[in-house]
């Protein structure tokens, strides 16, 4: 069965920096196109990131751009997420997606949490 495993999260100062892993399972991972996505407490889940399947193409949500960056490595089977100058409203639950491209996301991780103090 698909498993999509997330960690790296943690607790860190604003300015700090994390990397958030996800390490796939259960699918041809080289297939996939990679997300992320966080959620933080009374909100909707929004958007962080994406990734195509060669990792030649990447997206961004505009509140992260220019801090974090996606990238990938289909020999591990992993999508990665580096999180640089963390600010406190980055605090959400994480979470990694797979999909087939332009599908919608199908396979999705159990969270890791981001907590940035202010």
């Known amino acids: 069965q698909v498993q999509l495993v997330e960690s790296g999260g943690g607790l860190v100062q604003a300015g700090g920096s994390l990397r958030l892993s996800c390490a796939a399972s259960g699918l041809t991972f080289s297939r996939y196109d990679m997300g992320w996505f966080r959620q933080a407490p009374g909100k909707e889940r929004e958007f962080v990131a994406a990734?195509?399947?060669?990792?030649?193409?990447?997206r961004y949500a505009d509140s992260v751009k220019g801090r974090f960056t996606i990238s990938r490595d289909n020999a591990k089977n992993t999508v990665y997420l580096q999180m640089n100058s963390l600010k406190p409203e980055d605090s959400a639950v994480y979470y990694c997606?797979?999909?087939?491209?332009?599908?919608?996301?199908?396979?999705w991780g159990q969270g890791t949490q981001v907590t940035v103090s202010s």
């Open positions: 997606a797979a999909r087939i491209e332009l599908l919608q996301y199908k396979y």
């Open positions: 990734i195509n399947r060669f990792g030649s193409s990447t």
